[in-house]
């Protein structure tokens, strides 16, 4: 197995194009010369266009959840109460975060269920909350919750909004003017980049909202105010925004409205596809993501055996579930730069790989669907 | 100006070997595969070789200063005091970095003299604290403190050690068997990996200390329990894990003790030739850094010209000063894989610049003076 050269359809990290893998391996720089300036001066900028925003924006040296932790810590204070939507894993993940640097109490819904608007427009007319936080796109079920009714919600109750958009971002419309007063992206998913990097976009409210008492390698404050002036708190991972500007400038290129139109479309093929090899998506129906699939097992089919026969004869790379979800569903990304064509190659392997294992459906029937959105 | 093609003397970043450029630019793989436990537990292993270590460690995708954090809002609490070493830049930024996480009471020193470590005695006698902190290589003036003397201080007291040595730990010797209860290193410095990966070694006695309430992103105790399993808590900056895991190769393969001994010859060899030219060294005498030397400007000759002349005409990249040595004195690097030859082609443009701006010396004896150190 040649770990390098695969069908990669992870929900993240993505596949890399060329232009930022060679955009990444830049011998050092200076991070404090003008040289570096311009590439955070164009980073920042090109940040902005992403989120749809002309606010202040902070790009970090660390993964996704070092984004949500910035926003996280930066906005609240350990004794304001926060309410956390949880239908998945990351949104889980993102009340534990809470518990560190808040007081949160969890909304839950059911894993594949979204998040009802309705429901949490009742929590809040019950408790005093300062903030809400939700998970966009949930990664782990292949879910999008209806963020813009739910940052209306809490808007109304004048409780801010803080949204992980790790897998929104770049791939699903997502746009701060809805309410949203922190969101945060990751650079290995929309944006095709590799992973090591997040950035926050923030409403005017939430900039003037901004303390520093919480946290300081994640201080989201002086994140936001070094990226204004071209610079960064402490030494920035260089290569990775090397990259990351490669990443950015191809997603202009492309145009922001035609990467989530692209985005929507694979989205479109892979269910098209599923359905027609008789497998089911995993999410209640009109919920499901746009950057990624989750899909059913059908009975019979071991999640261990799929993925490796998956991996060692097809060289195809999807993900398993999560928690409870282990063994029952598998996950496809179709965000970044990935195509139809490479949707093809992997649903190629995907249809062998069932077919072996005993799941009966007209062979073939994936891959053509797949080919029709070509 | 080639950014890309300089003579290459920056206090870190240093200079990267193009086996780490190449290892860098893997394409996107499964950061929870088997492929990459692998690099993790490699990265691990070779991580506990670096620190001259058999105990726990843990790699954050974050700069030094992630691993500062992640040190200090670990082992300590918000009500803790700490005795912050003062005596530069980055211990100056180590204690604004403790007054987010616990109660700091800073001891200074003049920039350029090392820390007294019987006043550090005295200090621990007057007050209950917790913990000191110290950074043992100052970057900003190029002085190495004490840090063995120190650490015996702190542990007759009962405090717990938390050393900074971003710009030591492979360059210059430092063991936590000197009564260091967690020390740091950044990627980018000694070891000649690029920015943006942190490491901590800790003591038995602060891994059993370690708290989980004051940081997320940071959390050291979930970044050391998740290297033990090949694991990381949070999406890892996968292609900076390949570059580290290949300077770290590099590194072994010299050998800690031959490395950390090149290392002392680039710093007498730059000193020699500092001497030869008729500059002289900012700390105090016996103090000065092996991995980072801090020179001061001779009358005259400006700062910035200086800079600008030699980095246009001669392609040669030093370090100014920081805060109030700002003009007064540059820095050059020598670690990691820093060569005479290097340090040589970077003299002979520092030799012809000071000569430009009217500085009087013997011409040539700087570059004889390291050469006679090849």
Not at 43 to 52: G, I, M, S
Not at 212 to 220: A, C, I, N, R
Not at 262 to 271: E, F, N, Y
Request: with cysteine; aromatic share 6%; glycine share 10%.
């Amino acid at each position: 197995m040649d770990v390098e050269d695969t069908v990669f359809l992870l929900p993240g990290p993505v596949k890399m194009h060329p232009r930022v893998l060679r955009a990444m391996g830049m011998p050092a720089i200076n991070h404090r010369s003008a040289a570096f300036q311009e590439v955070l001066g164009e980073v920042r900028e090109l940040t902005k266009y992403l989120f749809q925003t002309s606010g202040r924006v902070a790009v970090l040296s660390g993964s996704g959840t070092a984004g949500l932790d910035a926003a996280v810590s930066g906005l609240l204070r350990r004794e304001d109460p926060v309410l956390c939507l949880v239908n998945g894993k990351f949104s889980e993940r993102f009340h534990d975060l809470c518990k560190v640097y808040a007081k949160p109490t969890p909304l839950e819904f059911e894993w594949g269920q979204p998040v009802d608007p309705a429901k949490v427009a009742a929590a809040l007319e019950k408790g005093d909350y300062k903030a809400v936080t939700v998970c966009h796109n949930e990664t782990s079920t292949g879910l999008t919750n209806p963020v813009k009714e739910i940052a209306a919600a809490a808007r109304k109750r004048g409780a801010m909004m803080i949204v992980d958009g790790i897998t929104s971002v770049g791939g699903i419309d997502v746009r701060l003017e809805w309410g949203i007063d922190a969101l945060v992206m990751g650079s290995q998913k929309c944006v095709a980049a590799p992973p090591g990097l997040s950035a926050v976009a923030v409403s005017e409210r939430a900039y003037a909202a901004l303390h520093e008492s919480s946290s300081f390698y994640t201080d989201l404050k002086a994140h936001i105010d070094g990226l204004e002036e071209d610079d960064t708190p402490f030494t920035p991972a260089v290569p990775l925004f090397f990259a990351l500007r490669e990443a950015l400038r191809m997603l202009k290129e492309e145009g922001l409205e035609a990467r989530i139109k692209r985005t929507t479309r694979l989205a479109d093929a892979t269910r098209a596809a599923v359905d027609e090899i008789d497998l089911g998506m995993f999410p209640r129906k009109g919920f499901e993501s746009n950057t990624v699939s989750a899909i059913r097992y059908p009975a019979g089919v071991d999640d261990k055996k799929f993925r490796t026969i998956l991996e060692e004869e097809h060289r195809t790379v999807v993900q398993g579930g999560q928690g409870h979800l282990k063994g029952k569903i598998f996950r496809i990304g179709h965000m970044g730069i990935v195509s139809i064509a490479d949707l093809v190659a992997g649903f190629a392997g995907i249809e062998a790989t069932l077919a072996k294992l005993g799941h009966r459906f007209d062979r073939g029937a994936g891959v053509a669907a797949l080919t029709s959105f070509a």
